[in-house]
């Protein structure tokens, strides 16, 4: 069996057990339709800087993203402001939202790519690179915004990607899902996906092999800003207003997110499946906390103390163990989706 298998099998297990823990202490509010919706409607926006930050973490080098929220929030606040000058939300909603979805990404997409150019071009170590970076944009989207709310509005269609349902299902999630399922493939089926998994697996050995790295980590990067261009939207669509402080507690999250979805610090494996089915978990563990009265603080410390455990977890091979003993077909690979 393989690792991710394994670990993919202990994360549906883990939904599963949630789901039943949360109905009981609930009396099975924890699952009624509108609770469930709600809790779909909250997983894509960190759902989307999870598999930013998984990218960057696959890529090696000591990659990770640290820029993902910040970025999301200037992107959000920098379409706001742009798009309201241009288009009016009352008189051309479709228009307005429309433009305003297409400037955040392509925000993102800017900020992810100043990041790639600097981690591939400049050499600098992507931790302190996206560290700079996330202090640059939070600066930004200050100053922009004279550190007060930007108003973005309510238009429908905006409103619907937000608070909408299709089939009892939120559409910001099912836009989620296809993201994901657009990555998996990428990363899967591509000569890119094959080269990025392979450079951090062994960078040594994809250079003999005459991989463009430098071009790797820039692309790489560009779709974790893009991705937090995508978060944008997300958030502003569930929100009225934008602001610089927006999801404060969002990079621990969706660190996390991403070690327990099996993502390895040292870079080479990352599953996109496992990083959506991860979000999920913690999702519906944040909102059984809420269910048990456990203040925000409190789920704070608790996020915290988890990356700590499931990296001395991952570190030791306790999950692969306990995956062993679960009846979960072999795959021949491991690597992608």
Same mark, same amino acid.
């Given at each position: 069996?393989s690792?991710?298998?394994?670990?993919l099998?202990?994360l549906?297990?883990?939904v599963?057990?949630?789901?039943?823990?949360g109905?009981? +202490?609930?009396?099975?509010t924890y699952?009624s339709?509108?609770?469930?919706?709600s809790?779909?409607?909250q997983?894509?926006?960190? &759902?989307?800087?999870? %598999?930013?930050?998984?990218?960057a973490?696959?890529?090696?080098?000591? &990659?990770?993203?640290?820029? &993902?929220?910040?970025l999301?929030?200037l992107?959000?606040?920098?379409?706001?402001?742009?798009?309201k000058?241009?288009?009016?939300?009352?008189?051309a909603?479709?228009t307005f939202?429309?433009?305003?979805?297409?400037v955040a990404v392509?925000?993102?997409?800017?900020?992810?790519?100043? *990041?790639?150019l600097i981690?591939?071009?400049?050499?600098?170590?992507?931790?302190?690179?996206?560290?700079?970076t996330?202090?640059?944009?939070?600066?930004?989207?200050?100053?922009?915004?004279?550190? @007060?709310a930007?108003?973005?509005?309510?238009?429908?269609p905006l409103?619907?990607l937000?608070? &909408? +349902?299709i089939?009892g299902?939120?559409?910001?999630?099912l %836009?989620?899902?296809?993201i994901?399922?657009?990555?998996g493939?990428?990363l899967?089926?591509?000569?890119f996906?094959l080269r990025l998994?392979?450079?951090?697996?062994?960078?040594?050995?994809a250079?003999?092999?005459?991989?463009?790295?430098?071009?790797?980590?820039?692309?790489?990067?560009?779709?974790?800003?893009?991705?937090a261009g995508?978060?944008?939207?997300?958030?502003?669509?569930?929100?009225? *207003?934008?602001?610089?402080?927006?999801?404060?507690?969002?990079?621990?999250?969706?660190?996390?997110?991403? +070690?327990?979805?099996?993502?390895?610090?040292?870079g080479?494996?990352?599953?996109?499946t496992c990083?959506?089915l991860s979000?999920?978990?913690l999702?519906?563990?944040?909102?059984l906390? *809420?269910?048990v009265?456990?203040?925000?603080?409190?789920?704070?410390?608790a996020w915290g103390?988890?990356?700590?455990a499931?990296?001395?977890?991952?570190r030791?091979?306790?999950?692969? @163990?306990?995956?062993s003993?679960?009846?979960?077909?072999?795959?021949?690979?491991?690597?992608q989706?």
């Amino acid at each position: 069996m393989s690792k991710l298998d394994g670990r993919l099998g202990v994360l549906m297990l883990l939904v599963v057990a949630l789901l039943a823990i949360g109905g009981a +202490v609930s009396g099975g509010t924890y699952l009624s339709a509108f609770n469930l919706q709600s809790m779909a409607s909250q997983v894509p926006e960190i &759902g989307l800087l999870a %598999i930013g930050v998984m990218l960057a973490m696959s890529a090696g080098n000591g &990659g990770i993203d640290l820029s &993902g929220i910040a970025l999301a929030n200037l992107a959000g606040v920098a379409a706001g402001l742009l798009v309201k000058d241009l288009v009016s939300v009352d008189d051309a909603p479709w228009t307005f939202s429309l433009a305003f979805a297409a400037v955040a990404v392509l925000v993102g997409l800017a900020g992810g790519l100043l *990041n790639g150019l600097i981690i591939a071009r400049l050499g600098i170590t992507p931790i302190l690179c996206t560290l700079g970076t996330q202090m640059l944009f939070t600066g930004l989207t200050v100053v922009i915004s004279d550190g @007060r709310a930007v108003t973005i509005g309510s238009p429908e269609p905006l409103y619907q990607l937000g608070n &909408g +349902v299709i089939l009892g299902l939120p559409i910001g999630f099912l %836009i989620f899902v296809l993201i994901a399922l657009v990555l998996g493939a990428v990363l899967r089926f591509t000569p890119f996906g094959l080269r990025l998994m392979l450079t951090g697996a062994n960078p040594r050995a994809a250079g003999f092999c005459g991989f463009d790295k430098a071009r790797i980590f820039t692309v790489t990067y560009a779709l974790s800003g893009m991705l937090a261009g995508c978060a944008g939207v997300i958030i502003a669509a569930r929100n009225v *207003n934008v602001k610089w402080d927006y999801g404060t507690s969002y990079l621990l999250i969706a660190i996390l997110i991403a +070690v327990m979805a099996g993502v390895r610090p040292e870079g080479g494996y990352g599953r996109v499946t496992c990083v959506v089915l991860s979000a999920v978990v913690l999702q519906l563990l944040s909102s059984l906390l *809420n269910f048990v009265g456990l203040s925000n603080f409190v789920r704070d410390l608790a996020w915290g103390a988890l990356l700590l455990a499931f990296l001395a977890i991952g570190r030791f091979g306790v999950i692969e @163990r306990l995956a062993s003993h679960l009846p979960i077909p072999r795959r021949s690979r491991a690597a992608q989706d």
